[in-house]
């Protein structure tokens, strides 16, 4: 070639248009990322982005980041972008795609975020086949917590959990998820790349761009496992560590093609959007009815409400139903409320109980640890709990004997048979309402009429909304002929 | 007109801020026209330099690199065909940008 024909120099190679121009993360520096010298996040950060732009797509990409050293995809990727929990990316990735068919959505998880805490996310993504693109950094460690190994750690590799090197008698094996997920239907496309020289690295170019590809053309699920560096946790530097790749990891983890469905996909047909929020009511069955409305201005009766409720009892004594109309009645009356189950392992039979908040401030937590209302309905719940209750507070008890060595001086209790109560009326199980037409009456300034609705919406049986309007007339009229002057 | 000096068909560019000083672009470039600077910079790393002569506007340091921008590669434009000439990176896409 002759010099001289040299007229001027274009850019061949150099920023992509998918990062953002500045990086907000920091006061300086803001065209540099967080990743220590020499990481193949960053590198494969490139790869991604030279994709995205040369597929035409930065406008209808959402990138779902993880947990871990790259955490902060959102600070770089001038896209969609949304940071999922620890491992849960393949899950996000799921819903977004779903909601949203027409955007490109790509997760990109690192080794301990995929396949420990994430590994049933990925699993399951992949089997169903979503169509979605993971890109899957493997450097063989935690790095962003400084080090413990992950279930893709090298027989032999040291880290903080395996000073001595990975044992497979202690810690199993290496864990070689493209070869694992290839054995799935799901999967259109699961290939292994490096980043260990010049060769591997233009190779991994190619196929995370394939695996971008794959999901415009609608084919499927498709990963990309990179074998990645991290010298800072390695203890290398940034040249011994890509020698490492190549030389060390490829030795445990093969490159290469697993899985290529390409040829026979056929581009899926796109799922039905998910219902607007407006078709909700109407798939719920409560179209017709009125939701609450939250109140413009509360009485001074309802704001002064700050309900700390804890309802306990035998699984099937209506225990959740309790808590749910009293929170329904609150959401009526405009107040703030919360609203929480908690079965454990006595679901099926035994204790259970809920919490329940109402105010007219903000919840802070829907927890209630020392309710100022104990509501118990039978002697091990009130065994449990008694000791929780708030001084000052109140326990509603159903049985006619308070047990002696429950009583508190501090505590106001009302005691009564509420079962017989409710079978007198004509069903016993409707004990539930009459202990909270009690409790109504502590909480006085619940209206009526936000009960009603209340009752209205959670009772469809009209047998059992008659029987229920009567038990709670009955619990509020026990509680005046026991505190008259309260 | 004078006559234009010699050039290369390649041409780097680095942005000493943004560079970390890892190395790995001189490990990955073919010709080796890529040294490490002797001072640092703002930021206490040495950083990459071009050796000033040599590129050959392949593309690979580009590639090899973590940071998004901090080596740009150019290419020769040819006064009299007006385009890029054609080269084998092994980079596909290389040739788009
Ligand atoms: C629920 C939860 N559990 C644990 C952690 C702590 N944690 C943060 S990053 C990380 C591991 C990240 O490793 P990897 O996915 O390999 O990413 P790398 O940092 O190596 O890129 C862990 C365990 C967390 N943030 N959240
Ligand atoms: S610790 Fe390792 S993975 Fe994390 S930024 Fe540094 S080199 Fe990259
Ligand atoms: S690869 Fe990038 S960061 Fe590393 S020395 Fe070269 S220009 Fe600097």
């Given amino acids: 070639m002759s010099s001289e024909l040299v007229q001027d120099y274009t850019v061949v190679q150099g920023r992509a248009k998918s990062f953002y121009e500045r990086f907000e993360r920091k006061p300086e520096l803001q065209h540099q990322t967080h990743f220590c010298p020499g990481c193949g996040h960053g590198i494969v950060h490139k790869m991604l982005a030279r994709a995205i732009d040369e597929l035409g797509i930065q406008d209808k990409t959402i990138l779902v980041g993880p947990v871990g050293c790259s955490v902060f995809t959102y600070y770089y990727f001038d896209v969609g972008n949304v940071q999922a929990a620890h491992g849960r990316a393949p899950a996000v990735a799921t819903a977004m795609k779903r909601s949203r068919p027409e955007s490109i959505v790509i997760g990109y998880q690192g080794d301990g975020d995929l396949s420990a805490i994430g590994a049933a996310e990925i699993l399951h993504a992949a089997n169903r086949g979503e169509n979605i693109t993971v890109i899957f950094v493997n450097n063989a460690i935690y790095s962003m917590t400084g080090g413990q190994a992950a279930p893709t750690t090298l027989i032999g590799q040291k880290s903080t959990t395996t000073p001595e090197g990975r044992r497979s008698l202690t810690e199993g094996y290496p864990m070689h998820v493209s070869e694992l997920l290839a054995t799935l239907q799901g999967p259109v496309y699961i290939e292994r790349v490096g980043l260990g020289d010049n060769k591997q690295i233009a190779q991994a170019n190619r196929a995370v761009r394939r695996a971008v590809e794959n999901q415009v053309?609608?084919?499927?699920?498709?990963?990309?496992?990179?074998?990645?560096?991290?010298?800072?946790?390695?203890?290398?530097?940034?040249?011994?560590?890509?020698?490492?790749?190549?030389?060390?990891?490829?030795?445990?983890?093969?490159?290469?093609?697993?899985?290529?469905?390409?040829?026979?996909?056929?581009?899926?047909?796109?799922?039905?959007?998910?219902?607007?929020?407006?078709?909700?009511?109407?798939?719920?069955?409560?179209?017709?009815?009125?939701?609450?409305?939250?109140?413009?201005?509360?009485?001074?009766?309802?704001?002064?409400?700050?309900?700390h409720v804890r309802v306990a009892g035998f699984g099937g004594q209506g225990?959740?139903?309790?808590?749910?109309?009293?929170?329904?009645?609150?959401?009526?009356?405009?107040?703030?409320?919360?609203?929480?189950?908690?079965?454990?392992?006595?679901?099926?039979?035994?204790?259970?109980?809920?919490?329940?908040?109402?105010?007219?401030?903000?919840?802070?937590?829907?927890?209630?640890?020392?309710?100022?209302?104990?509501?118990?309905?039978?002697?091990?719940?009130?065994?449990?709990?008694?000791?929780?209750?708030?001084?000052?507070?109140?326990?509603?008890?159903?049985?006619?004997?308070?047990?002696?060595?429950?009583?508190?001086?501090?505590?106001?209790?009302?005691?009564?048979?509420?079962?017989?109560?409710?079978?007198?009326?004509?069903?016993?199980?409707?004990?539930?309402?009459?202990?909270?037409?009690?409790?109504?009456?502590?909480?006085?300034?619940?209206?009526?009429?936000?009960?009603?609705?209340?009752?209205g919406r959670l009772i469809k049986n009209t047998k059992w909304l008659a029987l229920d309007e009567r038990a709670l007339t009955r619990g509020r009229e026990l509680f005046r002929g026991s505190f008259p002057e309260v | 007109?004078?006559?234009?000096?010699?050039?290369?068909?390649?041409?780097?560019?680095?942005?000493?801020?943004?560079?970390?000083?890892?190395?790995?672009?001189?490990?990955?470039?073919?010709?080796?026209?890529?040294?490490?600077?002797?001072?640092?910079?703002?930021?206490?790393?040495?950083?990459?330099?071009?050796?000033?002569?040599?590129?050959?506007?392949?593309?690979?340091?580009?590639?090899?690199?973590?940071?998004?921008?901090?080596?740009?590669?150019?290419?020769?434009?040819?006064?009299?065909?007006?385009?890029?000439?054609?080269?084998?990176?092994g980079i596909e896409g290389a040739a788009h940008a």
């Fill in chain 1, 319 to 455: 225990v959740l139903l309790l808590g749910e109309v009293l929170a329904e009645a609150g959401l009526d009356a405009g107040l703030e409320v919360s609203w929480l189950p908690s079965y454990g392992p006595e679901m099926r039979s035994g204790t259970s109980n809920c919490h329940v908040r109402l105010s007219s401030q903000t919840i802070d937590s829907p927890l209630v640890t020392s309710p100022g209302i104990l509501v118990a309905m039978n002697e091990p719940s009130l065994r449990k709990f008694d000791k929780s209750v708030r001084p000052g507070g109140w326990v509603i008890y159903n049985g006619e004997e308070f047990p002696p060595d429950c009583v508190r001086e501090d505590v106001r209790v009302l005691a009564l048979p509420f079962t017989q109560v409710a079978h007198d009326l004509g069903d016993a199980r409707a004990c539930n309402m009459v202990m909270l037409g009690a409790l109504l009456e502590i909480a006085k300034g619940l209206p009526q009429a936000s009960i009603d609705a209340a009752l």
């Fill in chain 1, 217 to 307: 053309k609608g084919l499927g699920f498709s990963l990309i496992e990179v074998l990645s560096t991290c010298p800072t946790i390695w203890k290398m530097s940034a040249v011994d560590a890509q020698h490492w790749v190549r030389d060390v990891m490829e030795q445990t983890f093969p490159l290469g093609v697993f899985c290529d469905r390409t040829k026979e996909a056929r581009p899926r047909r796109e799922l039905e959007a998910a219902p607007s929020l407006d078709r909700i009511p109407g798939l719920l069955g409560v179209a017709d009815q009125e939701l609450p409305e939250a109140a413009a201005t509360l009485s001074e009766a309802v704001q002064a409400i700050d309900l």
């Fill in chain 2, 1 to 89: 007109m004078t006559e234009t000096p010699q050039k290369d068909r390649g041409l780097l560019r680095i942005d000493v801020d943004e560079c970390k000083g890892c190395g790995l672009c001189i490990e990955a470039c073919p010709p080796k026209a890529i040294d490490m600077s002797e001072h640092l910079n703002h930021y206490g790393y040495r950083t990459a330099v071009y050796a000033g002569a040599g590129c050959t506007g392949c593309g690979i340091c580009f590639m090899a690199c973590p940071e998004p921008g901090a080596i740009t590669v150019l290419r020769a434009v040819m006064a009299t065909a007006g385009v890029v000439p054609a080269m084998n990176t």
